[in-house]
C-alpha cells in the first residue's frame, strides 16, 4: 500500500495548500516501571480446546514492551505462548514460575489468582 493510500484512511481527501504536509498521529504509550505494574498471573482453559494457558493481565504500556515480557516469561519457562489484547500468554500451568520471574525482576505488585 502506497504512502498515498495511508493518508485517504485517515480521512484526507485533497488539499489545495502546496505547502500540505501529512503527519500521522502518534499514539505512544508510556510504559510504567516494573514496580508500579500491578500484573494478575491467573490460570485460564476457555476457548482454547481445553488447553491451559497461564495469561499475565494488567501490563500498561507499549505493546512492544509486553510482546518482550512475554518473550522473556517463555524462555524461563521453556514452554510456547504469545503476546494479545493486553494478554502475555504462557502455555501449560506455569503460574509459579511466572510469578517467580516477575518477582525477580522488580514486579512487585503482582497478584495471584
Request: hydrophobic share 30%; proline share 3%.
Amino acid at each position: 500500500m502506497s504512502k498515498k493510500q495511508q493518508a485517504d484512511r485517515m480521512g484526507f481527501v485533497f488539499s489545495t495548500d502546496p505547502n500540505f504536509m501529512f503527519e500521522k498521529e502518534e499514539n505512544k504509550q508510556v510504559t510504567l516501571p516494573p514496580a508500579q505494574q500491578l500484573l494478575i498471573v491467573q490460570l485460564d482453559t476457555k476457548q482454547r480446546g481445553g488447553k491451559t494457558v497461564t495469561l499475565v493481565s494488567g501490563y500498561e504500556g507499549a505493546d512492544q514492551d509486553l510482546a518482550l515480557l512475554a518473550k522473556h516469561l517463555r524462555n524461563y519457562c521453556g514452554t510456547g505462548g504469545s503476546a494479545k489484547d493486553g494478554l502475555a500468554i504462557v502455555q501449560g500451568d506455569q503460574r509459579e514460575k511466572v510469578y517467580q520471574w516477575l518477582q525477580k525482576n522488580g514486579y512487585t505488585k503482582t497478584k495471584r489468582k
